[in-house]
């Protein structure tokens, strides 16, 4: 990538020569010396195959990981270290519990334990100092847990057991929770309705290194001696006597960098079991691995980085941080399968190792061991115990997603660049030539005046307003990239006025000082040489004639040395701004956690500050873990400074980008108030769900990136993050035929997030770009994502109202069928949209297999997406052709459609819906839902401005079984065409009744018998056109009989 098939005589040092990610080298697009840019050019020229692993740390490469692995080795680790004292428990503000937590090696408790549980049925964890050294990090309220905290379990029991505090209490779902502290050592018992789920520290893997003195051995202690050798007592990871591993304590090399630690050690681990018969784990996104995570040797790490050309199968850190691990606990003797998740919620480095009793154990308990560089020990217990469940807590913890407008779900078509306005408005007539349609095209980091964000290309971008307009006027929207990194330039305003304010990442210019502390000892000899005792002056001196004697010297066999003191980091070594390379050259790096820098920057989004823009213009953070070109693994150092709390960069690294885009989404709010945001972002935590849409990065043209694509967004929904997908086609290299229609195929019933996006040296790759066999093929398949956009609508509302994921592992649904926890189809190549839709990838060529095998989970039994044709549940080998991928609606729903496809979202909304019923065969009913509001605004949450109807079929009567809110004059509440599916008979007649007096109508009726499918048989399909149209906006009085 970067130079592309032009060779050394087509290099330029304009766009097309630097990758779009920062991994491989080292790429700046500012000034640079003759030699730096030689070491580019020969960077460049090289094949880039694969990632560089040498730039990323691994675990044993960072000292608190190797630090954390040496410890849990350590002989006797059953030994009580911490234990929890009874008898200094308090209630808190918050309506939970704390508890003083003292080390057998030390006097006094130095640490406070916080337990809470909330009425979801979410147990929180809490480990702090008391006292500390140097305050340690803790997320401000609000941040990531929503502030206020979640509602306390009312009426929780607390009572005493042996060697336990017990927590008891009922979870709004009813689970029956029981919650035991055990005292010593510490740690904690999660159950749910009598059976254990979880156990944190129950192989007394507990590690918090508090924070020293500078250079001191131990943390302060009445107990401690200040001279004792850290390999003299058990304490910690950092203090031990057990091959004790001092290297980067103080300070740490890696890649040619100096990580500077003037606070010391600090980090903290623990570990956690998933009790029961646990067939597999799931989540902890972002990495690109199966669904079912594999339990690798390296652990998984969390430290978000721009890795260029990232590899498939690895637990390398990747772009995201998001540490919740969910476990399906596997029911025995007739008792139901349960899950439950484990959440981390830290932001510094960290690193989570996956394990079982006996390598390669297929069931039995699971365990996971969390570590991380600093902060405090913040964890939570979702306890379930069913999916949905897990999925509430999750965000009854982290807050609600708020609803995305509807051309949001919508086609995307962005590349690395639009090169002008004319290129861009040609791309969008070409859509409308060939009749494809979409709803946003976006431009990447070449339509800026020298990539200094909020401006425009004068030469290519001349009039942006003007073509803006033009894209609006065909109810289009458009999307900007802007970056968090601020081209250094005194004429440019954003980063003078950032840098007036004193709003920049701080770097120290580390100076060593004497330690203040360390005093000279009292019996110190400081002479080198002293009288020689033995010297006798000689009798034959003459002082008058030989001058005055003096007693030779000799050697001081006392003296010990010059004195020199402990040098020591100086504190007050003096700051000033972080500077690093990146598009620009030369780029100053915001700090986003000062809420003062995240007003501003949003404040720039304003119509009258970001000009060229208006309010259908929306916004894209990229690079914003962040990427800087020549820092330590393609980042900001650890040692740098945020000014908001002198708080090092260390410890807030992984929230660096959710700050980004948080702030963007706060502007955008604010720009137009009442307007729906939206923001895509490459970085993300915890929370992110509540700012932005997010993308996978930059993957690759291959079939392997196309199938566990799978993995990556059902690992990005159980984690809260529903609005995701990856780049249709890949990123990297250019899709054939094949792969892009394939690619397609899965992305329109797959990825709630559906973009094209390209790197700028390869081929456009636009549908209308392919042959016309290929491109009527992706016509379709986004004719289909179009027609569906009802259904995927109101998904997205049981996501924000219930915290449903709108895409997820088949699990999450059939929990009781065992095929979904551990079936390799069913796990790695099958995804639910909603409760409705069964996707299967297809991801090797024809060449390769003309057939797959399908796994259809036990239920009521599956029609064919695309010709009605019922199946039974069931493992089947089903042949394969270029037309359509395996998809199947679940038996028993009622699907909201449009057949009416236009070139965009909001150029059918005012047309009529359609509603197909898949009848369930053993029962002859079906049930569904449809959500409209404005699709743009927040009206909808007036609590009325929105209009939510249920739909049920039963005895061969359709109505609505019940419907709220008033239907919003922007979009169509008309149903116009049922299509039923499963009949038993060919009806002969249907008859409409519309009103409370029971008017009927007649209506004209459509049959035709479909052939089985797999496992199935054949049944009737019937087409009933509606005259006059369903008006659901009535209400319930309306009924749709077939007979």
């Known amino acids: 990538a970067g130079l592309g098939s032009g060779g050394f005589d087509s290099l330029s040092f304009g766009p097309s020569a630097f990758p779009r990610s920062a991994g491989g080298a080292a790429m700046a697009r500012g000034p640079a010396t003759v030699l730096g840019l030689a070491a580019v050019v020969a960077a460049l020229l090289q094949p880039a195959l694969a990632v560089d692993r040498s730039k990323f740390r691994t675990c044993e490469q960072g ?6 692995k040496k410890w849990i080795q350590r002989p006797q680790r059953e030994e009580a270290l911490w234990s929890v004292l009874p008898e200094t428990q308090q209630g808190t503000p918050e309506g939970g519990w704390s508890f003083q937590v003292k080390h057998k090696s030390e006097a006094g408790a130095h640490l406070l334990l916080q337990l809470n549980t909330y009425s979801s049925g979410v147990v929180r964890f809490r480990l702090n100092e008391i006292s500390p050294q140097h305050v340690r990090h803790v997320i401000p309220a609000g941040d990531v847990v929503t502030e206020p905290p979640p509602a306390g379990a009312p009426g ?83 203090a031990h006597p057990h091959g004790l591993d001092t290297h980067g304590l103080w300070e740490e090399d890696f890649g040619g960098h100096t990580d500077k630690k003037p606070r010391g050690p600090a980090s903290l681990g623990m570990d956690v079991t998933f009790e029961g018969d646990v067939p597999g784990l799931f989540g902890l996104p972002e990495h690109m691995v199966k669904a079912s995570l594999p339990f690798f040797e390296e652990p998984y790490r969390f430290f978000n980085l721009d890795v260029f050309e990232y590899e498939n199968n690895e637990p390398m850190a990747l772009y995201g941080a998001v540490p919740l691990l969910w476990a399906i606990h596997r029911g025995a003797g007739g008792e139901p399968s349960l899950t439950s998740a484990f959440l981390w919620i830290n932001p510094s480095e960290t690193f989570v190792k996956l394990e079982r009793d006996t390598q390669g154990q297929a069931g039995g308990p699971a365990h996971a061991w969390w570590t991380s560089e600093s902060g405090v020990l913040d964890a939570a217990v979702l306890v379930g115990p069913a999916p949905a469940e897990v999925s509430s807590q999750f965000h009854t913890l982290t807050g609600s997603a708020p609803m995305p407008p509807l051309w949001a779900l919508g086609k995307h078509q962005c590349r690395w660049n639009y090169m002008t306005e004319k290129d861009t408005l040609s791309v969008d007539a070409n859509y409308d030539k060939y009749d494809l ?38 109810r289009r929207m458009f999307v900007n990239v802007v970056d968090p990194h601020i081209k250094k330039d005194d004429k440019f305003h954003v980063y003078k006025e950032i840098r007036d304010q004193g709003l920049f990442i701080k770097k120290v210019d580390w100076k060593m000082m004497d330690d203040p502390t360390d005093a000279k000892p009292a019996d110190w000899e400081q002479p080198e040489k002293i009288d020689d005792p033995a010297a006798v002056k000689p009798e034959v001196w003459n002082d008058e004639e030989d001058g005055k004697w003096e007693v030779p010297k000799i050697a001081n066999p006392a003296h010990k040395g010059e004195w020199k003191g402990k040098q020591i980091t100086d504190p007050n070594s003096p700051v000033t701004d972080f500077e690093g390379w990146c598009w620009p050259g030369t780029s100053g790096y915001p700090d986003f956690t000062d809420p003062r820098m995240r007003e501003y920057w949003g404040s720039q989004f304003a119509l009258d500050k970001y000009k060229g823009t208006t309010k259908d213009l929306y916004v894209w953070n990229d690079m914003n873990e962040p990427s800087v070109f020549n820092g330590p693994e393609v980042t900001c150092p650890r040692d740098a400074i945020h000014p908001n709390g002198n708080v090092e960069h260390r410890d807030v690294h992984n929230m660096y980008g959710y700050y980004v885009h948080r702030a963007t989404f706060e502007g955008l ?6 307007d729906r945001p939206f923001v895509l972002t490459r970085s993300f935590f915890i929370g992110s769900h509540k700012y932005a849409a997010i993308w996978t990065g930059d993957n690759f043209a291959k079939w392997e990136h196309l199938q566990t694509s799978i993995a990556m967004v059902g ?18 290299k250019h899709p054939e035929s094949e792969m892009c229609v394939r690619w397609y195929q899965l992305g329109v019933l797959a990825y709630p997030f559906l973009r094209n996006h390209a790197h700028l040296e390869t081929p456009r790759r636009e549908p209308y770009m392919y042959d016309e066999s290929t491109m009527m093929m992706v016509k379709a398949t986004l004719q289909l994502r179009y027609k569906m956009l009802p259904l995927w609508y109101t998904a997205f509302h049981e996501y924000h109202a219930l915290g449903k994921p709108v895409v997820r ?47 259809l989970p036990s239920t009521a039994g599956w029609y064919d997406l695309y010709t009605g044709a019922f199946s039974a549940p069931g493992r089947y080998d089903v042949p394969v052709t270029m037309q359509t991928i395996p998809a199947f609606y679940r038996a028993g729903t009622v699907v909201p459609l449009k057949s009416r496809i236009r070139r965009s979202s909001a150029c059918m909304a005012m047309d009529p819906h359609t509603l197909n019923v898949y009848v369930n065969p053993k029962t002859g009913e079906a049930s569904g839902r449809l959500y409209l509001d404005d699709t743009r605004t927040k009206k909808y949450q007036d609590g009325k401005s929105f209009l939510d109807v249920e739909f049920e079929f039963k005895g061969g009567v359709l109505r609505a079984s019940s419907a709220r809110g008033d239907a919003p004059s922007e979009v169509s509440p008309e149903v116009e065409r049922v299509e039923i599916f499963g009949l038993s008979a060919s009806p002969s007649k249907a008859t409409l009744a519309v009103d409370q007096a029971g008017s009927k109508h007649e209506l004209s009726v459509i049959s035709r018998q479909v052939p089985s499918g797999p496992g199935g048989t054949a049944t009737y399909a019937a087409v009933v056109k509606v005259k006059p149209w369903i008006d659901l906006s009535k209400g319930t009085d309306w009924a749709l009989t077939v007979q």
Not at 205 to 217: S, V
Not at 669 to 674: L, Y
Not at 830 to 855: A, C, F, N, R, W
């Open 63 to 68: 000292s608190f990981c190797r630090r954390f």
């Open 156 to 238: 929780a029991v607390v009572s005493q057991e042996a060697g336990a505090t017990v927590f008891s209490f009922k979870s709004t779902a009813g689970a029956e929770i029981k919650v035991e502290l055990k005292h010593s050592p510490v740690s904690l018992v999660v159950s749910a309705d009598g059976r254990v789920l979880q156990r944190l520290n129950g192989r007394n893997y507990l590690n918090f290194e508090r924070y020293r003195k500078a250079k001191a051995t131990l943390p302060p202690d009445s107990a401690s001696d200040a001279q004792a050798a850290p390999d003299q007592v058990l304490l910690d990871a950092a």
């Open 437 to 474: 349609p979409y709803d946003v095209i976006w431009l990447d980091i070449e339509h800026t005046d020298g990539k200094a964000y909020f401006t425009w290309n004068p030469a290519s971008f001349p009039t942006p307003e003007k073509m803006v307009d033009a894209i609006s006027a065909k």
């Open 669 to 674: 709010e604010k720009r137009v108030p009442g």
């Open 715 to 732: 690992a990005l929904t159980l984690a809260g993050q529903s609005l995701v997908g990856a780049d249709v086609g890949g990123f990297f």
């Open 809 to 855: 592992p088949l699990f999450w649904d059939f929990l009781a069928d065992a095929q979904t926890h551990s079936d390799e189809q069913a796990v790695e190549n099958q995804i639910m949209l909603s409760d409705v839709v069964l996707v299967h990838g297809i991801s090797k060529p024809l060449s390769e297999s003309t057939s797959t095998t399908i796994y």
